[in-house]
């Protein structure tokens, strides 16, 4: 796996002021809070950044899609060799906001598998999370749709289910790690997410968009295990 854990996601989306030259800044500005806390970071940038934080930075790096596409024919494709090429140390798939198909869904993990990036599904069920880790995701997101940009973490509003799946991926594939997203906001989401087993948690809009992104991200680098 390439991804350090515990770790925080932060997810840029396509929120104001998260491109170019931003991104390369925020990215540096997690470099710095590595070097100065035990907390580890892993960003998700929009695609066109993500080769230059790659190769300006050493924060580990995500990438937000990918199509399920070879080399040859197709007009405004995301290629997975492009993202591996750029740096790319894993892929997310299948977030709420960019649904794949189940076929797609196991292509690109085989694909990431074979390229030497981490496999990251989202899963938004427990009876979800037991099928895909049948095709050995290195990483799975657990978020229900209707908590992202929210301020209704799972963590706080339904630990039970959190530990519930976190008990189902131990039975059925303790090789993959669990990411435990959204609503999470606070320093306190990320403290009860790691009490409750996650190997990692994370956020989008919730530092996307806060005030002090910086004062926040300290908060939740105080609250690693």
């Known amino acids: 796996m390439n991804l350090p854990y515990p770790h925080f996601q932060v997810n840029l989306k396509v929120y104001p002021d998260t491109w170019g030259d931003h991104a390369v800044a925020f990215a540096r500005m997690l470099e710095q809070l590595e070097a100065e806390t035990s907390a580890r970071f892993v960003l998700t940038p929009q695609l066109p950044d993500l080769r230059l934080i790659a190769a300006e930075t050493d924060v580990t790096v995500t990438a937000p899609f990918m199509h ?3 080399p040859g024919r197709g007009m405004g494709k995301i290629l997975p060799e492009t993202l591996a090429d750029a740096g ?3 892929v997310v798939i299948n977030h709420a906001e960019n649904r794949d198909t189940l076929t797609d869904l196991v292509w690109k993990i085989e694909r990431c598998r ?4 981490d496999s990251i599904v989202c899963v938004d069920s427990i009876e979800m999370g037991r099928a895909v880790a049948e095709f ?3 990483s799975v997101i657990y978020e229900m749709p209707g908590d992202i940009s929210s301020d209704r973490a799972i963590t706080q509003t339904h630990p039970d289910r959190v530990r519930a799946f976190l008990a189902m991926i131990d039975e059925e594939n303790p090789r993959t790690r669990v990411l435990v997203g959204g609503g ?3 320093a ?3 403290r009860l997410a790691f009490e409750q087993g996650a190997d990692a948690t994370g956020a989008a809009s919730a ?3 806060a005030t002090d992104p910086e ?3 300290r908060e939740i680098a105080a609250a690693f295990p």
Not at 114 to 117: A, F, K, P
């Open 68 to 70: 399920a596409t070879e």
């Open 184 to 186: 999470i906001s606070t």
């Open 136 to 138: 050995d995701p290195d």
């Open 207 to 209: 530092v996307s968009l």
């Open 215 to 217: 004062g926040l991200l």
């Open 114 to 117: 074979d390229l030497g990036m």
């Open 188 to 190: 306190e989401d990320v």
């Open 88 to 90: 790319a140390d894993g």
